[in-house]
């Protein structure tokens, strides 16, 4: 007897929380998920390792026009949830053009969607739209949206699109705009896991600036139970929300706290500024999530003994 009811695509599900999201998602045997990822910034050890049949990986490019359409034509998914980008601030600085490139991905997975038979479309936007922030918490429609550095364009950008295919042709969707989430899952490239790191290796740990930037810090299984139970309540259609943790922690804090943590001898080593993306302040209102989620969120404490329990953070870290 055939269970599936809901075809799921999941781009970008080899990276941090798309694989999060998909391991969710085929925890209901009423789901087939198949991920696409070029695996650029994605691996894949990041892939579900359960004895579930209700997924699929297929190597792929979601800027390629023809990657893509070749996966969406032959299963007539019902949902899309388009995660699939260039990230990581140091990277999309070295590597802006690649980021633009991203701006075709999302025009591809538009198209292609509101000509097959999908219902509804996911996009994974960031805090990083707001730039520098006017106000705290960051509001998800009175905070403007003051997108400098090409990572944040390209997700403004792609806000636009996906209110505009609305709009035109009718295609729902909800739009993620994602605060530093954080777990198991997340390569070094990224504060927490790079942090963690160094301490379990009892290495140097280096911060850009004097370390007093702001942030909130989101356990990844608390961003997508969000996630999931939008999809699954059908809430927030055409509409946008914050998915952060609301307690802010400076950046010299979240060191000190992983390094006693871990008891490790490694040393904060402050480097010089980045010249741009790396925002002073970042904190969301995230009333809607928190409704939504309804029950406390993971500390940063919880959530850095949890990735030090994770054996898929310690292999991908070299530790195991």
Not at 33 to 49: C, E, M, Q, Y
Not at 57 to 82: A, T
Not at 91 to 117: A, H, Y
């Amino acid at each position: 007897m055939n269970l599936i009811k809901n075809k799921i695509l999941v781009t970008g599900g080899a990276g941090n929380i798309g694989s999060a999201l998909v391991e969710k998602l085929i925890s209901d045997p009423h789901n087939f998920v198949v991920i696409i990822d070029n695996l650029s910034t994605g691996f894949l050890s990041k892939l579900p390792s359960t004895k579930q049949t209700n997924w699929k990986f297929i190597k792929g490019d979601v800027n390629h026009l023809n990657d893509l359409s070749s996966v969406m034509l032959s299963f007539h998914f019902d949902y899309v949830f388009h995660f699939a980008a260039v990230v990581g601030v140091i990277r999309t600085q070295e590597n802006p053009i690649d980021v633009l490139n991203d701006i075709e991905g999302i025009k591809n997975v538009l198209n292609l969607s509101k000509n097959t038979s999908v219902k509804h479309v996911y996009f994974s936007s960031s805090s990083e739209v707001y730039g520098e922030p006017v106000e705290l918490p960051q509001n998800e429609y009175s905070t403007p949206l003051n997108s400098r550095v090409p990572y944040a364009v390209v997700k403004n950008v792609g806000e636009c699109f996906f209110r505009s295919y609305w709009q035109s042709f009718h295609l729902p969707y909800t739009i993620f705009r994602f605060f530093n989430t954080y777990g198991p899952n997340q390569s070094t490239d990224f504060v927490v896991s790079r942090f963690l790191s160094a301490a379990l290796k009892n290495k140097d740990i280096t911060i850009y600036g004097d370390g007093l930037q702001t942030r909130t810090f989101t356990y990844v299984d608390d961003t997508v139970n969000v996630c999931a139970k939008i999809f699954e309540d059908k809430l927030l259609i055409n509409d946008v929300i914050n998915i952060g943790n609301h307690e802010l922690m400076t950046v010299k804090d979240l060191a000190e706290l992983t390094i006693k943590l871990t008891n490790s001898s490694s040393k904060i080593i402050y480097l010089p500024p980045l010249k741009e993306g790396d925002m002073t302040r970042r904190q969301p209102d995230n009333t809607k999530m928190r409704e939504i989620l309804n029950k406390k969120f993971v500390s940063i404490e919880e959530g850095i003994k949890l990735m030090m329990a994770d054996e898929r953070f310690l292999k991908s870290t070299g530790l195991k």
